[in-house]
């Protein structure tokens, strides 16, 4: 045993490592993302990126099937996507240990919608376990296996973006190795759940549950923490830590299994204190699920979206907040934006040449919505925007204006590809943009598909997004260089005009990938004629100079991609300790 830090993503990654997990697989998002970056760090490990988290689970229920032990890695909203599977594999339960860590994202922070996967546990009727810290993330993550094979059945483990990205001290172990208990052999009763098969699994899952709310009910997972009798507050996860700063007198119970809940402890609880108030983030799923179980609850002001706090909770039990120290001056926002030299940001600003209705996709590109690019009319999940563009075909109502549907490389690889056949098949027409830069960006730079680097295996079969395309039965193909403005127009022009269903792949390899050496720009004020056309671009590494009213371009910030040249009409971009004349010719 060692002690060391650990955020609660690493923890989890550690946690399945002990246990013996053989196969990590997933879909990157914030976040949970680090789980199976740092799993494929570990020895004796097999970790993959899958295309989506549904391809992910049922991956890790062909490992399970297997007699190995598997983790499955995702966001809240990847549980949805992952949903089909995880219902049915309630029924056929798990050969070898099948575990999913569901990070959720209260406030947030890094997602479209704000979900509670505590109600995925409960409608697909799966154990969850809710750690608050590094140390029972690993330490959750690791019983949760056996706990799996014990019960047969897949195990949730819960984690919130606090968790998942804070440190803390965790005593960690080594890893066991786990052999499986016999060979394989078929058994359709159990695996094929056509519905004569699945009738009878049904009724068993009943039997399992029930061993579950009695193990709910004995297990050191769910604790009572007896103090002042006046006032008892049932918590999970997180919210825990935060309610034992805000009330370190009230009584808790702190609840580590979240799903099924431990009915008679509850009970108990109620009975030795005054009130019983319930806590919890984002939805109100303990408090429903309290009053089911007989138990009356006080009511408490808390905000129904978002995280809590310490102050949030004591603020909703009438006490004074803690005092904070306010700076002396208000820091200047700091809203998203693309980087300098993203390759996204010609596409964008083309876009709003040629006056496109925009059906955009989760990633990077969202953020061609801001201002002053403002080029993105949706974004609601992943792989949307193609079959949006096509709903929107059919609606019209633009009065003329084009629709383009935006879309990244690794989000048409999750689930971009169906909208596109479905766009083939009805016979459908519109332009679909695939953003491909080179890389899955937004959470981290990670292989997909598209880019064909894999996680643990480096450069792989790489997929031709163009021959894609084509044998998907798109009329019009081609691809672009994402980071040639006029190229970029001059493709959406052509294509918004065409009758056919047309696929522009605008290709450039995202500005993080590798740290360019190409010399900065500037601006030569003479000749910048003040019209401010390059600050629409939305690079933070331009600006308008206050004493002059001519564009700046900070020498830090630039990466010397170009894009502020190509629209400049002036020739008052040049290179950096450069001076040019009005052709843009060096002097």
Known sequence: MSRTFLSGNEAVARGAWEAGVAVGVGYPGTPSTEALEHLATLPEVRAEWAV?????????????????????TMKHVGLNVAADPLFTLAYTGVR????????????????????????????????????????????????????SEAFDI??????????????????????????????????????????GMARLRR????????????????????????????????????VYQHVREAMPQASTFKLGMTFPLPATRLREFAKRVEKVYVVEEADSYLKRSLCSLGIATEPLALPG??????????????????????????LPPRPPGLCAGCPHRPVFYALRKVKAVVTGDIGCYTLGASKPLGAMDTCVDMGASVGMAHGAELGGGFEGRPVVAVIGDSTFAHSGITGLVNTVYNGGSGTVAILDNRTTAMTGRQ?????????????????????????????????VDAQNVEACVEALVEEVATDELSV??????????????????AVDASLCA????????????????????????????????????????????VPSGLSCDATGADV
């Open 96 to 147: 070898g240990g099948l575990v999913v860590l569901v990070a959720d994202d209260p406030g947030m922070h890094s997602s479209q919608n704000e979900q509670d996967s505590h109600n995925y546990a409960a409608f697909a009727r799966v154990v969850m376990l809710d750690p608050s810290d590094s140390q029972e993330a690993l330490d959750y993550t690791r019983d949760a296996f056996s706990m």
């Open 203 to 238: 009724l068993d899952l009943d039997l399992r549950m029930a061993e579950l709310e009695a193990l709910a009910d004995d297990t050191v997972l769910n604790r009572e923490e007896m103090r002042d009798h006046s006032i008892g507050i049932v918590c999970s996860g997180p």
């Open 52 to 72: 989506n988290e549904k391809v992910a689970l049922e991956v890790g229920a062909g490992v399970s099937l297997a007699g190995a032990r598997s983790l499955v």
């Open 447 to 479: 292989g997909n598909p598209i880019n064909g680097i894999a996680l643990q295996d480096g450069s792989v079969h790489e997929v031709d997004l163009p021959g894609l395309a084509k044998a998907l039965g798109a009329g019009r193909v081609r691809t």
């Open 305 to 330: 979206a978002g995280e809590l706090s310490p102050g949030l909770i004591r603020r909703a039990f009438g006490l004074d907040e803690p005092k904070t120290r306010r700076l002396s001056v208000e």
């Open 504 to 521: 522009i792949i605008f290709r450039a390899p995202c500005a993080l990938l590798e740290k360019s050496s190409a010399r900065p720009f």
């Open 154 to 195: 897949p195990v949730l483990v819960r984690s919130t973006v606090r968790v998942s990205h804070a440190k803390s001290l965790v005593t960690t172990g080594e890893r066991h190795s786990t052999t499986l208990l016999e060979p394989y052999q078929s058994d359709p009763a159990k695996w094929v759940m056509m519905p």
């Open 530 to 573: 003040k019209c401010r056309v390059c600050t629409k671009l939305g690079c933070p590494a331009i600006s308008v100079d206050e004493d002059t009213a001519s564009a700046s371009i900070d020498a830090e910030a630039c990466v010397g991609c170009g894009q502020c040249v190509q629209v400049c009409r002036y020739g008052a971009i």
